[in-house]
């Protein structure tokens, strides 16, 4: 591979990376092979293990049934610094026909968790070949990360896992960014996922006589259209808010109004205040429109994640670390997203920031969003997160 332009002697952290990506591939085109859906990593969370333990220097254990721990004690003084990977892959079909394709049916790395995991085995590789570290290095490869009320939380608030932390970091591998940029923000990333469930409970009858039924498929495509009003009209033009039905599940044949209507969709917010007003601006818009017309509701306001806030410090010296790794040409600001992220979890514990390394290229067909069933990456991304994560870390433990 090429190393971004860059000389080896001005960016020794990728270029000792690049030397990793042979074992790098071969870790993740493994992980990949056998994907593992959330809160059913044991295969994925062993073979982390075998490996890890193969490594000199490391405290290895195992939080939780499906994550691993991997920590480094230094003797040097510095701080207590956390890397976060997460290892669980999605229920997707994989529609990829390149050799190290999914061999388990209906589940994928959709979303670049086996390279998140590559990576942070790769920083293991470096961290263990030291004599010694300022600080200590603690190392997670984190489950269920795709599916709330993730593996932070459990991770966060029932074990020691950041009992001492000073700071943690993470990263996501990005196909819309090119491969190998290096793309931090502080502030607002990204955002709270939460979820709706709205059930319409209306009259059923004979499709040809609405007039003696409640139709309830009638009273649902109102709410689902006036729900965008809470976006444009119930809030202000400057706060960041997205309501998404993503589901509408109703009747059963074509000449009768069934009883009931299911909607379920995503709410995604920053604000704090926002999110808290949230719940009463969309079940006023269902209590209303149901009433209108004479049907029932239930209604149920899920909270997901929290917002992923990055620490403003730690953001600028992640910028720093990219600036001296990558260069100021794969160096940008990340624009926030509304997706939602359980790294934000770690954030309540300790002073941190995410950031992304672009793995979209042409070359390997790798600009598939994720999520999607032909979703890869190019492995160059590799070596450089890699490279960053352990150029961060290092400066990351630096006494204050």
């Not at 000199?56 to 040097?76: C, D, K, N, W, Y």
């Not at 990263?171 to 939460?194: C, I, R, T, Y």
């Not at 260069?327 to 990340?334: E, K, L, M, S």
Request: net charge negative; proline share 5%; hydrophobic share 40%.
């Amino acid at each position: 591979m090429t190393i971004s332009n860059q000389s080896a002697a001005a960016t020794p952290a990728l270029a000792r990376a690049a030397d990793l990506l042979p074992q790098l591939r071969a870790w993740r085109r493994h992980l990949h092979m056998h994907p593992e859906v959330s809160f059913q990593e044991y295969q994925t969370a062993a073979y982390i293990r075998s490996q890890l333990e193969a490594m000199p220097h490391l405290e290895v254990s195992q939080p939780s049934a499906t994550s691993v721990l991997a920590i480094r004690r230094g003797t040097l003084p510095g701080q207590t610094v956390l890397l976060r990977a997460d290892i669980d892959a999605l229920p997707i079909l994989e529609e990829n026909t390149f050799e190290y394709a999914s061999q388990q049916a209906g589940a994928m790395h959709a979303c670049g968790h086996d390279g998140h995991t590559a990576i942070l085995l790769g920083v293991a590789t470096l961290v263990s070949e030291q004599p010694d570290i300022a600080g200590e290095l603690r190392m997670i490869f984190q489950h269920a990360e795709e599916q709330s009320p993730g593996g932070a939380e459990e991770l966060v608030f029932g074990t020691a896992l950041m009992d001492g932390v000073d700071v943690v970091t993470g990263l996501h591998l990005n196909s819309q960014l090119e491969s190998g940029v290096v793309a931090v923000k502080p502030g607002a990333f990204m955002a709270a996922p939460d979820n709706i469930y709205i059930t319409v409970l209306g009259r059923g009858g004979h499709a040809a006589h609405p007039e003696e039924a409640i139709d309830p498929i009638a009273i649902g495509a109102q709410i689902v259209g006036n729900l965008q009003y809470v976006v444009s009209r119930g809030i202000s033009a400057l706060d960041a808010l997205v309501v998404s039905v993503t589901y509408f599940q109703a009747g059963t044949t074509t000449n009768v109004i069934p009883e009931r209507a299911e909607l379920k969709g995503t709410v995604r917010t920053f604000d704090a205040g926002l999110r808290e007003r949230a719940p009463e601006l969309i079940e006023r818009v269902v209590r209303g429109i149901c009433q209108a017309h004479g049907a029932g509701y239930e209604f149920r306001y899920e909270l997901g994640y929290r917002p992923l806030i990055n620490d403003d410090g730690v953001a600028e010296l992640l910028r720093q670390v990219a600036l001296d790794t990558v260069g100021a040409a794969r160096t940008v600001v990340a624009q926030p997203t509304m997706g939602g992220e359980d790294f934000s979890a770690y954030l309540q514990k300790a002073p941190g920031a995410y950031f992304n390394v672009g793995s979209g290229s042409d070359h390997s067909d790798s600009k598939f969003p994720h999520h999607h069933p032909r979703f890869t990456l190019d492995e160059d991304a590799l070596v450089t997160g890699v490279a960053m994560m352990w150029a961060a870390a290092q400066r990351l433990a630096q006494p204050d």
